[in-house]
């Protein structure tokens, strides 16, 4: 739907509003040194000394330590002039040699409290289908009669490379209805029981884009729903409690934390992130992108209108807690995600070139290249910035046809296309061209590498997760784990980024086109800086640097110089947000 000039006063107005919201919650957070060499006159709260700091922050790059007062960096050098401005009540950590980063800044994420971890099953990178079937069982054992085993997280790619059957779940859930998803979240896992009732058959039409998948031979349901047509069953699962999601979000914020998680481009779940900040204790900064054309989950388009009242509400509601005064920005409503293709592994992923392992086809769209072109025009005459799902190399076409289509409507902050796995070479440039951010998601390449080749056919390959030619370009990058399809933990996703190695071995245990990775310093400012400079924040989080909030993290080693695969070992020990700590490891 195109939303005409009667929409420009609406517009206007809202989006006045919350520029004052905003503008005067940077009022109330600004805080500036005493003195005009950039240190403060009182001693600091906190100083780190000895560490091995990467600061993402090209004035200096690498520093030995640093101070924090009331929240925020107040100086960054060597550990002996840090030390020097030390008084009695001054924290003192020593890192001895110890690496520090920034907070980590996730740009793609879907962190709830409905995640896997909290509940249900969680079979993420579990590569035996039997072990499966025992978590399942054991499951089944705890929870409540009656109630829906949900979750999942499976990849078949680490095993046969087969689907499971409903069949399968049967002889562990006869009696429990069970809808589990796949790790990319594109499509489900079902038992006879769940497809009952929801009265799936051989005869039910899905969704467009959306298949149930039957037997080739039986002409049964085989228990798999691609797309849209999870939607037939998902739409019968009871809905958690008010109270079951927003404590499984507050434990969510923590589990983020355990792995030095400090910022959040989050989609999905805003009332229950509101409520976090209006009544619990926030330790994520949390820039939120509105969904919309939620055809796999069910919820409909919402207009430009209704977005933009969402986001002055949400502004108001956030700085009404004034919890921002003391620990700086905390959510706001910042982009409108939008999909227009599946997944490679579910030969959803719209191509310009047929699937080598599928003759003649190329994906179906989601949004087709009209309807998406239409929604992005709506939505950037309203100064709303879009990010939109694209895997395969047409669908990321269209997805920049659509920006450029859409180029003289101005928006505050960059519009994006997320995941780009495979890309034409041209398009590399397009994205510089048109100031589009490309989002993804390293451990996508290293843990697709056992079927890309053979959805796409060698040929293609080298066109795929093209990290480094996107920063050769000039392209801005940012990176995030597209939790829960992978690893939330950022070390696990920089160390992919970095090596470009699959960890079961697939490729024979070789770099993945290698020519597409990245330096340590690139993947870390993939995730830190870069993912604060695309919001309205990047002056006030994303670097160890004087003036901004101060959130950090405190290895329990070094990176090593140069970088080797002992980079793996290492882990958080610490997590600090706005200068005071959220997570420590438990000895």
Partial sequence: MIYGNFLKPIVARVASTLA??????CSAEQQTPDQADGRPSAAPDLIVINADTYTSDSAAPRVQAFAVTDGKFTAVGSTTDITALAGERTQVIDAAGRTVTPGFIDAHSHVSGNSPYV????????????????MIAEADKRLPEGEWLVGGSWDHTLSDGEYPT????????PDRPAVLTHIDGHYAWANSKALEMAGVTPE???PPGGEVVLDPETGDTTGILLEGAQQLVRRIVPNRTDAQRQEGLAEMYRYANSFGITGLHQMGGLDDYVHVVENGDPTMRIWYGFMNRGIIDGRGSSSPEEILAKQAEVAERVIATGKEAEEGPLLRIGFVKLINDGVLSAHTAVLSEAYSDRAGWLGEYIATPEELAAEVQALTAAGLPVAIHSIGDAAVSASLDAFEAA???PVPFPNRVEHIEVIHDEDVQRFKDLGVVASMQPNHATNSIVYVPVRLGDHRTRRTYTWKSMLDAGVPLVYGADYSTSPLNPLI???DAVFRVSPFGFNDGKPFHPEQAVTFEEALMAYTQSGASITPW?????????????DFVLLDGTVPAPM???FRELAVDATYFSGRQVYAKPE
């Fill in 493 to 495: 996703q920089i160390a």
């Fill in 204 to 206: 039910t039409e899905a």
């Fill in 166 to 173: 409903k069949q399968m779940l049967d002889e562990v859930l």
């Fill in 538 to 550: 990047k002056d006030e989080i994303g670097s160890i640097t004087v003036g901004k909030w101060a």
């Fill in 119 to 134: 509940a249900g099953v969680d079979l993420a990178y579990i590569a035996d289908k039997q072990e499966w079937l025992a």
């Fill in 564 to 566: 080797d695969e002992s």
């Fill in 407 to 409: 180029k003289e409507n």
């Fill in 20 to 25: 004052a919201l905003i503008l005067a919650a």
